[in-house]
T-cell receptor, first 114, second 113 residues
Framework: DGGITQSPKYLFRKEGQNVTLSCEQNLNHDAMYWYRQDPGQGLRLIYYSQIVNDFQKGDIAEGYSVSREKKESFPLTVTSAQKNPTAFYLC?????????????FGEGSWLTVV | ELKVEQNPLFLSMQEGKNYTIYCNYSTTSDRLYWYRQDPGKSLESLFVLLSNGAVKQEGRLMASLDTKARLSTLHITAAVHDLSATYFCAVFLTQGGSEKLVFGKGTKLTVNP
């Protein structure tokens, strides 16, 4: 089945550690996005990428890094510079269609700092 | 900067009642999305609204878009417990050749028996 796969679903990070969240899609979508969701809050955009080898900062990019070496993959690294990384992270991808952009979300990854 | 505001943020209603959630946005856009999120889960797409005056309905939910007023509504008819969830609106912003989806803070809906 086509879709977006995020892994791991749950991740614990020690203080000072970098961790990487994986996002893979087999939908042949050009655009991919990373969002962060804090409890009881909306989604805030971290980074997004319209095409391979190109990405832009979203509203809360500090302390995060991404790469887009392949169309299918858009991993997010949460660095030690991110002071409060505990949150729910959602990856999404989209494709332009006449009926509007179709946007698909992964199942999400829970990151907790211990 | 695009701002997307939903209200109310919390809504408690009885089964069988009707109510409307509002979504205002600050910059011109011709694409608006409504999503549902259950606790601990990802987002489920409900509606995509693409033009002024667009109206879409699915079951007890109906969404509309007024691009001139920069307003979308999500109307709930004869609410049932299964509709309890958090509902988000999101607006697609095209800027400088890039596109991104900006979300409201969500409306947490609780439907009581």
């Amino acid at each position: 089945d086509g879709g977006i796969t995020q892994s791991p679903k749950y991740l614990f990070r020690k203080e000072g550690q970098n961790v990487t969240l994986s996002c893979e899609q087999n939908l042949n979508h050009d655009a991919m996005y990373w969002y962060r969701q804090d409890p009881g809050q909306g989604l805030r955009l971290i980074y997004y990428s319209q095409i391979v080898n190109d990405f832009q900062k979203g509203d809360i990019a500090e302390g995060y890094s991404v790469s887009r070496e392949k169309k299918e993959s858009f991993p997010l690294t949460v660095t030690s510079a991110q002071k409060n990384p505990t949150a729910f992270y959602l990856c999404a991808s989209s494709i332009n269609q006449e009926s509007g952009n179709t946007i698909y979300f992964g199942e999400g990854s829970w990151l907790t700092v211990v | 900067e695009l701002k997307v505001e939903q209200n109310p943020l919390f809504l408690s209603m009885q089964e069988g009642k009707n109510y409307t959630i509002y979504c205002n946005y600050s910059t011109t856009s011709d694409r608006l999305y409504w999503y549902r999120q259950d606790p601990g889960k990802s987002l489920e797409s409900l509606f995509v609204l693409l033009s002024n005056g667009a109206v879409k309905q699915e079951g007890r939910l109906m969404a509309s878009l007024d691009t001139k007023a920069r307003l979308s509504t999500l109307h709930i008819t004869a609410a049932v417990h299964d509709l309890s969830a958090t509902y988000f609106c999101a607006v697609f912003l095209t800027q400088g050749g890039s596109e991104k989806l900006v979300f409201g803070k969500g409306t947490k809906l609780t439907v009581n028996p």
